[in-house]
């Protein structure tokens, strides 16, 4: 016999799940909360990590820093000297904003910046980065992994877009040439909920559920595959490895209230020809691949992960 709970307390933990789920794919380091996963404390932690770390101006050194200084021991945990050496020199005190040495103006990360949120983006060209423009929005300076620091050179609010130059070159995507089909299977890559999940990137996969977004907007493609806070501004790619749509949003809160129904898996990407319109609009050129041989989606992983990457928000 199935026990019946109070209607008020299902209410309130029907909402409190939805808070969870809902809003666009980028993520704050430091919103959603669960008692149970402890999802508040880990992202503190990173936080915490994040802070200690961030005068660090090597990003493999400064992950490596993230990765391995512990809030109890601080830089003598890390196994690697000069990390550990560069940490010592950099760090703020344990548990506390006061920085270890007297700030500098040529610090990478100015003592009033923090990191606020973390969103994903593609290298369109060796040194341009493709995102969304929520994901960077209010940004102080924005780090992208392995790319270096990246400086705005186009926002479009109306389409959710953003380019980014970056001083580290690297390997490029290609974008779809031909129209999306409404069925075909697609996959999503990126970096949602970072510093609480593994560090690599996350790989999905779903399909082209419709060829507009809600209202029938032809700026957006509705996609099956899942997305999380921190997936926005990453790529949604062909059965070929090619780029058909940037991740931007998902059906969350206001849309359940509405309805009384939660929604699965409806997101939405930007759609293939917005982004090729964004680009031309600004004289960007980029490479074209064209629809070949079906690949594994643990290939699609491996051809994605050079070009996608996280970024950092502070402000």
């Known amino acids: 016999m199935m026990t019946r709970r109070p209607a008020t307390l299902m209410r309130v933990c029907t909402l409190a799940f939805l808070q969870l789920l809902s809003g666009c794919a980028n993520q704050s380091s430091y919103s959603g909360s669960s008692p149970r996963l402890g999802l508040q404390d880990y992202a503190a932690e990173y936080g915490r990590k994040e802070k200690a770390c961030a005068s660090i101006q090597d990003p493999g050194?400064?992950?490596?820093?993230?990765?391995?200084?512990?809030?109890?021991?601080?830089?003598?945990?890390?196994?690697?000297?000069?990390?550990?050496?560069?940490?010592?020199?950099?760090?703020a005190s344990t548990?506390?904003?006061?920085?270890?040495?007297?700030?500098?103006?040529?610090?990478?990360?100015?003592?009033?910046?923090?990191?606020?949120s973390t969103g994903s983006g593609f290298a369109i060209q060796s040194q341009r980065i493709i995102t969304n423009a929520h994901v960077i929005a209010g940004c102080k300076r924005i780090d992208i992994d392995d790319r270096g620091q990246g400086k705005v050179l186009a926002v479009d609010n109306s389409v959710d877009l953003a380019l980014l130059e970056v001083s580290v070159a690297g390997p490029s995507a290609r974008l779809r040439d031909g129209r999306v089909r409404q069925g075909e299977r697609v996959t999503v890559v990126g970096y949602p909920f970072a510093g609480i999940l593994s560090d690599g990137p996350q790989v999905t996969s779903g399909n082209v559920t419709a060829l507009a977004g809600l209202a029938n907007d032809t700026r957006y493609t509705q996609i099956s595959a899942p997305v999380q806070p921190g997936n926005s501004g990453g790529p949604v790619l062909d059965q070929s490895g090619n780029v058909v749509g940037v991740v931007v949003s998902k059906l969350g809160l206001k849309f359940a209230?509405?309805?009384?129904?939660?929604?699965?898996?409806?997101?939405?990407?930007?759609?293939?020809?917005?982004?090729?319109?964004?680009l031309h609009s600004h004289r960007i050129d980029y490479q074209s691949g064209a629809i070949g041989r079906s690949l594994e989606t643990p290939d699609l992983a491996d051809r994605a992960r050079p070009f996608t990457a996280m970024l950092r928000c502070y402000s």
């Open 257 to 278: 209230v509405a309805t009384g129904d939660l929604p699965q898996n409806i997101n939405f990407a930007v759609s293939l020809d917005t982004v090729k319109g964004f």
């Open 61 to 91: 050194a400064r992950r490596a820093c993230i990765g391995e200084t512990a809030t109890t021991t601080g830089c003598s945990s890390i196994s690697n000297p000069t990390i550990r050496a560069a940490c010592e020199g950099s760090r």
């Open 95 to 116: 548990g506390t904003a006061a920085a270890t040495r007297p700030p500098s103006a040529a610090d990478p990360v100015a003592p009033t910046l923090e990191l606020t």
